[in-house]
């Protein structure tokens, strides 16, 4: 890069950044994330750039170098950053746990990120995102009854209560209940569940299925 000094070097690092916003549009997200460092290099106070660079990994799922890229987004706005800033912090945990291949660095990363949550839930005790994404986040084996997820997930279809507009989310959530049931021999519950999410998804196969698999 050629050496640039003071505002001549923060308009070359955003000119440079725009380029990167140019292959973003294309899809080209390895050469997106390539002009966004380049104008790190000439302005390392491009702050929104950390982020962008920590989605496009996300997407590329490299989902580590996403957290540093997030992690230093929010160390750079402090103060500043919003409760949006830290829910995508929060959902790139949730990507690295799906990503990781063992239980235990699932649960590394269920750690790690679960104090984002307890912040997300404590800044925002009616929304039902905190726990959506608690549930989500701790979610370690899809094949087995967890008690974590099964609880934040209850608070979900607590918080949402009778609401259509979020009839997806509420869906979500029961099927979740219902398969714990169903794992823990209780069938009247996972039918209480599966009725929940037929409620809203009248043709969702896994509420069909847990209902065979009863006899309902």
Known sequence: LKKYNGKEA?????????QGDAYCGLENYTKAIEYYKKG?????KQVPAYQQIANLYRRL???????TYYKKYIELKGDKAELTDHRGLLQTYIAAKNNATTIEEKRAFAEQGDPIGELITTEKPDSYQGPLYAAQLWTLDQSNAEEKPYQYYQQ??????DNEDYGSYIAQAATYCAFYNLKKGD?????????????YDPENNMAKQF???IGQ
Do not use: F
């Open 156 to 161: 979900v279809i607590q918080l949402l209560g």
């Open 211 to 213: 209902l065979q698999i």
């Open 10 to 18: 923060i308009l070359a690092g955003r000119a440079i950044a725009c």
């Open 40 to 44: 790190l290099e000439l302005d390392e």
């Open 187 to 199: 069938d009247a519950k996972c039918v209480e569940y599966c009725k929940l999410v037929q409620k």
């Open 61 to 67: 799922k490299d989902t580590d170098n996403a957290l």
